[in-house]
């Protein structure tokens, strides 16, 4: 049963390729998150949502779209994926942010080679 | 600027002595900070926010505003304690609020 899911775990993926990144939450959170995790561990957010609105958008590439169907699903897709994307990447979301949970997913790891 | 400072990449413990993971903020508001863990190749957990003033796993945390930190600490170190700990802060500005991480600090207990 849980509550933030992403799909898929694991992609491995040739540069200059296209690819998407799923999650689903299923909290009844109306804000969701898409954060990178580099090779240094470093986490940083990348996207924020809040009822299908983009709310943040940190220095992020163009390559890189959000797309939020619904309150509970947050897309990523990668366009012209570059060596540099390899990462692991997560989704979060949380009910508001002030003193509340923010719950992760089991991140999404993706190679470009 | 709001920013997370944990200056401590590694720090190594051996079984049973106390740990002390440090994290300094840097905020001009009221902060609302976390501690997050991530064991090995699995999601991050919260592990603490200070607003609850609660004991996790025998780790607890002081916000202290003269000092701007908000140290992790426990008095004796297991084992199974060994992961990655984030020191988080919530940033809002204009745009919206997020959760911003310090660099982490990896926990390594060893017997």
């Known amino acids: 049963d849980t509550a933030v899911s992403q799909t898929p775990k694991y992609l491995v993926t040739q540069m200059g390729n296209d690819k998407s990144i799923k999650c689903e939450q299923n909290?009844?959170?109306?804000?969701m998150y898409w954060y990178k995790q580099d090779s240094k561990k470093f986490l940083k957010i990348m996207f924020s949502y809040n009822n299908k609105e983009l709310i943040i958008n940190e220095t992020v590439p163009n390559r890189f779209s959000p797309k939020s169907p619904d309150k509970a699903h947050l897309n990523l897709h990668i366009n012209s994926l570059e060596l540099g994307d390899s990462a692991v990447y997560f989704c979060?979301?949380?009910?508001?942010?002030?003193?509340?949970?923010?719950?992760f997913g089991e991140g999404s790891w993706l190679t470009v080679v | 600027a709001q920013r997370v400072t944990q200056p401590e990449k590694l720090l190594s413990v051996f079984k049973g002595a106390p740990v002390e993971l440090k994290c300094n903020y840097s905020?001009?508001?009221?902060?609302?900070l976390f501690w997050y863990v991530q064991y090995s190749r699995q999601r991050l957990q919260l592990l603490l926010r200070?607003?609850s003033r609660e004991s996790i796993k025998g780790f607890t945390a002081d916000l202290n505003k003269g000092e701007t930190s908000f140290h992790l600490k426990k008095p004796f170190a297991q084992e199974e304690d060994s992961a990655m700990y984030y020191c988080a802060l919530i940033m809002a500005n204009q745009a919206g609020t997020a959760l911003i991480f310090g660099k982490g600090t990896t926990l390594s207990v060893s017997s």
């Open positions: 905020y001009s508001g009221s902060p609302e």
């Open positions: 979060a979301s949380s009910q508001a942010i002030s003193g509340n949970t923010i719950y």
């Open positions: 200070h607003i």
């Open positions: 909290l009844g959170h109306d804000t």
